[in-house]
């Protein structure tokens, strides 16, 4: 999965509606235009209680705007939030469900290196549950304790989660989830939830088979039953390829993968013994793109377009070490999502220091890799094979990552 899940029932959650790619969201249904959902925030003055008014969260960029609408934040043009650092002292609460491989520690590193531009922040304080719902609510709960005031989390327990996060805003606390779409009620749940806009990503994919594939069979790979992470993808590539008559989605419902590799392997093989003929495999994660070349290759059969996201560091080196032994494939990946988290940080800490922050909250990944425009990834045999090389981490602190 994307955000490098190995088990979350975060994706099941109801999805929510992007604020800029579909641009149809209205200012109530935020949840900001009711008062009552911010009497929260009122009886802690986390922000004065005048300067929440409705141009306060348009100039925030919690109401969408035409202008504002035209574009996603995309995750290789950061925003600089040293205008938003405020001067109140800030400690701010990193919560992970699960924590502990590349992609998180990236993630934590990728907070820490945001964070050092705002001198006013005197502590941060991080929580991994360790795959216990239970334990993710009670490191909220007890980070509320030791009093922070921004509160940063992969939400990968999904609405399990909302009892502690609206606990913490009702405590003043400005509580961002990211990278999973969450049920609840902007302004009373959380201030803005942060999350990649599926259903452009989707589109995106279309585009690129569009204009290299043009023509033949397409099949998209997601992750569990029932994702609502792996339906919105599949949804946007569906909208996407009504351009393009010549291709072919040849599953109505994308195939399950559970986002691991056994699984998408042995899916694949399924996959090539019912169609005779597929042109194009599109996967929502790296892991699982890799698993699919793999089993065309073992089956001894040309690996067909690979158009994915969120790939990491084996999943490059196997497309670069196929290209340099002379069987290339065609291969698209979208990447830098482990700085969503960066959009995330800054949501918060305009929403508790009261400051300014156009961002869209809807983000897009960029292109890392198109073998059609001769834009190789990078392969680094030295850093840990789900090493995520598309970090915004200076060299230095992302190879310090790789050393813990």
Known sequence: ?????????????????????????????????????????????????????????????????????????????????????????????????????????????????????????????????????????????????????????????GAVQLPAMRAAMKAGVAVVPYSAQMAGTPGRDYVVNVVGDTQQIGVLWADWLGSTVKKGNVVFMGGSPGATTSQNFMDGLKAGLKKYPDLKLLNEQYIVTNWNPVDAQKATVGLIAQYPKIDAIVTDGGETSLAAVKAFEQAHLPVPAIATIASDNQVNCHYMSAKQAGKPYSYYTLDGTTTYVRFAVRQGVAAYQGKVNKESPSILPFAYADSTKGLDPKCDPTAPPDADLTSALPPQKLKAVFER
């Open 1 to 157: 999965m994307f955000f490098k899940l190995r088990a979350s029932q975060a994706a099941m959650q109801k999805p929510q509606t992007t604020f800029v790619a579909q641009g149809t969201m209205a200012a109530h249904q935020c949840g900001l235009e009711d008062r009552r959902d911010l009497q929260y925030w009122r009886r802690k003055t986390l922000v004065p209680i005048t300067q929440i008014s409705a141009s306060l969260l348009l100039a925030m960029g919690l109401i969408p705007t035409p202008a504002h609408a035209a574009g996603d934040s995309i995750t290789n043009h950061q925003g600089d939030i040293t205008p938003m650092c405020g001067t109140k002292p800030m400690i701010v609460g990193v919560s992970d469900g699960y924590g502990g491989n590349t992609w998180r520690k990236t993630g934590l590193a990728e907070v820490k290196d945001e964070l050092s531009r705002c001198k006013n922040v005197t502590r941060i304080i991080y929580s991994n549950a360790n795959g216990d719902p239970q334990k993710a609510n009670s490191d909220i709960n007890s980070m509320v304790a030791q009093g922070i005031n921004v509160l940063i989390l992969l939400p990968d327990f």
